[in-house]
């Protein structure tokens, strides 16, 4: 029997084993970590890869490890990365590279690989005194305690006019997220990026970068500047005790809600697209997708201006539905699991969904609050867990 199954590879269910091992709560030949792609951190590595994120949004003291200067004292004694140019700003934010860098050293040193296993949940079953996790390759894991840390990236949003154009040429549109999105230099220029936040900013950047001049951004709204996604007192007691507090779930969520700066950018990102522009290499146009002509892949927009594309690319982030819901709304059911209106788990302070079964990341986030789903969410949900 295992002491923990954690299940998902991500940012969120690294995290959690890194601080268990790090705390001596338990052991690599103990720990079992479950996700269906190869490698971990493997779609976090192909998401911001695909967009060219040359900087994370968080500070240096936001990684996987325990110790928050962790990722400063190893840009300091690797002979790489002892320029000015891996962190930017006065926020420390850590270049990409060196963030990854640092998470496979951390894979590395606790050896996760060994722990690792390939393959979906199929179904989580309460025994007695244990929890039996059903894998779709047929295997079952015994464990004594069981973490779900699974996010919403499998989750893409289209709005409905993508979902009818895709069907009618589906060539012409993709998800920038999509696991079978082609390379860029393989698409019919020009551009069409839809989406005004950091992931449509970052890919509008690259495009024009590779293809001046034949980009267009199409946005819902003007930019909204903030240097994160949700106020940095979120991380603290100020903002986190008054929503714990909070006895109605319905108004957790309202403040989560408000609180997010849903679709936003920091300010060096929105002065890059201004230059960009400037020098004509970059269109951006505000306005609402009316109508689309699949043959020609035109759009139409609510201000009467007409776009061309060769090709549309959606950076219109994930669904906000219960992430794993097709084999996560069989469990819920079948071990009576509480959940709040909005169909997320009712935990309590130790993000305890039921006993031994605890939850990280957009799992987490009625407890947690907003910043549940970031690296500092991963951090919070880690200490808590790793503390028990």
Known sequence: MHQWVIIGGGIQGLTVATFLLKKNKTTINHIRIVDPNPKPLENWKRCTSTISMPYLRSPS????????????????????????????????????????????????????????????????????????????????????????????????????????????????????????????????????????????????????????????????HPFRVHDFDSNPEWLGPKKRQPFVKMKDYGKRRDAIRSARHKGSIPSELRNRLNHLVRTEKLYIKDGIVTEFCPKEVQLSLDTGEFIKAGTILMATGFEQNLPGKDWLGPVIKQEKLPCAMCGYPIVNNMLEWAPNLFVSGALAELEVGPIARNISGARVAANIISSI
């Open 61 to 220: 003291v936001h990684h996987l490890d325990t110790d928050p200067f962790s990722l400063q004292s190893f840009s300091k004694k690797e002979p790489t990365y002892q320029s000015n140019n891996d962190f930017y700003g006065r926020y420390k934010r850590p270049s990409l590279h060196m963030f990854n860098d640092h998470c496979d050293h951390l894979v590395d040193e606790l050896e996760i690989q060994k722990a690792y296993v390939t393959s979906k949940v199929s179904n989580i079953e309460k025994r007695d005194g244990y929890w039996m996790v059903g894998l779709e390759n047929g295997e079952k894991l015994k464990s004594e305690k069981v973490v779900i840390a699974i996010g919403i990236s499998e989750q893409l949003h289209l709005p409905d006019w993508a979902k009818k154009l895709k069907q009618a040429n589906p060539n012409s549109l993709f998800h920038v997220f999509d696991k079978e999105l082609p390379s860029f230099e393989k698409m019919k220029a020009p551009f069409v990026v839809v989406g005004g936040g950091i992931t449509a900013t970052h890919l509008a950047i690259k495009l024009a970068s590779s293809f001046p001049g034949e980009v267009t951004m199409v946005k819902r």
